[in-house]
């Protein structure tokens, strides 16, 4: 087939679903086109050795990526996050007409980012079969204003209900769709997959432990974003209340991080220690060297749908997890048997399940880690979900015209 990608962000943006999906579809022999934006994140500034311009295309075999122009002015501001959209929508509009004319079956990674360009494209390019794979229906980080977040609502109802198919990256978001409108029979469930390249079972160097461990006692690692949906307080107060027995060790920077600080500092809790941002490629050694990897989510509707990639990335890798979160993470570490559960935002709980892991023998967490990356290999590796991915593209691109399909 002649298959079109649209994603707002790709490689060599940290992107690797779009990015890893066109190349395995390139590699099984389809002729894949993207259509993208420079790459500019997360610093919002386009990066070193790029420059924005209209006539932006690279080649490989089966594989062309087209990039067109989109605001970057590096200010993280909900209405700079607006600006991006817009523009990117504009000028996907402006290239993609021509660019996409002839492909058989669109596919599109659906952030709150794509969303206009989305709606654009659907528009100009007539009745071209499309796919969606919505990665977030949370609008309200990316738009200025109530305003502007009914806007990206509004198009976002507008343009799941256009799709062909609706590929979800977690159970409790096909209810999410299904309450939008959108037929059950085109919404299916397409789990993400992680970097396989990076993200596997490895030993820890001596630099890793070291950063890692300070003694013998239980090490409790988040990785990732320190940010409003974490609600890392909570982990903060489960660690303190535990500080003779564990070590929290979070990695990784956001907006919540001085307040994250601030109230370990308050709580006086000496086992609650901070590593800068590190890069993917040393995360598995960082992995290894703890024992168990946090997965922490806020108790919000709209969270309980949602499966972060650090869950995929640290079963990938064979690490145990605890999870502090409801819906489908909690279900999923559950289902899986690879850690430890407990409701969101509720640090006496959380506390609970850090002594629980602290008395868990290192052989048992390591059968943890084991049943875990056998769950990802088979229900979340790369094979897995591309395999899902080209189906729902094979079936909408030969089936979109017929009268049945009729919306």
Known sequence: MRIGILSYHFPPEPAFIPGSLAEELARRGHEVRVLTGFPDYPGGHVYPGWRQRWRHLTRSERLTVRRVPRYAGGDASPAARMAGYLSFAGSAALVG???????????????????????????????????????????????????GQGRVATTMRRVLRAADAVAVTAPSMRDLVLADGVAGERVHTVLNWTDERIFQPVRPGRTAWELVRRDARCVVMHAGTIGVRQGLETAVRAAAALDDRMDLVLVGSGAQERRVRGLAAELGAGNVRFLERRSPTDMPELYAAADYQLVALRDLPELHGTVPSKVQ???????????????????????????????????????????????????????????????????????????????????????????????
């Open 313 to 407: 990335s640290a079963l990938a890798c064979a690490a145990p997890l605890v999870a502090s979160a409801g819906g489908d993470t909690a279900a999923l570490v559950e289902r899986a048997r690879a850690g430890l559960s407990c409701p969101p935002e509720d640090w006496a709980a959380l506390a609970d399940r850090f002594w629980l892991a602290t008395t868990i023998p290192p052989p048992a967490r390591a059968e943890m880690g084991r049943r875990g990356r056998e769950t990802y290999l088979r229900e979340m590796s790369l094979r897995a979900g591309v395999d899902r991915i080209e189906t729902l593209l094979t079936h909408v691109a030969a089936t979109a015209g017929r009268p049945d399909r009729a919306r």
């Open 97 to 147: 007409r021509r660019y996409l004319a002839d492909v058989d079956v669109l596919y599109v990674f659906q952030l709150p980012a794509t969303t206009f360009a989305t709606a654009g494209l659907l528009r100009l390019l007539g009745r071209v079969p499309t796919v969606l794979h919505v990665q977030d229906l949370w609008t309200g980080e990316g738009a200025a204003g109530e305003e």
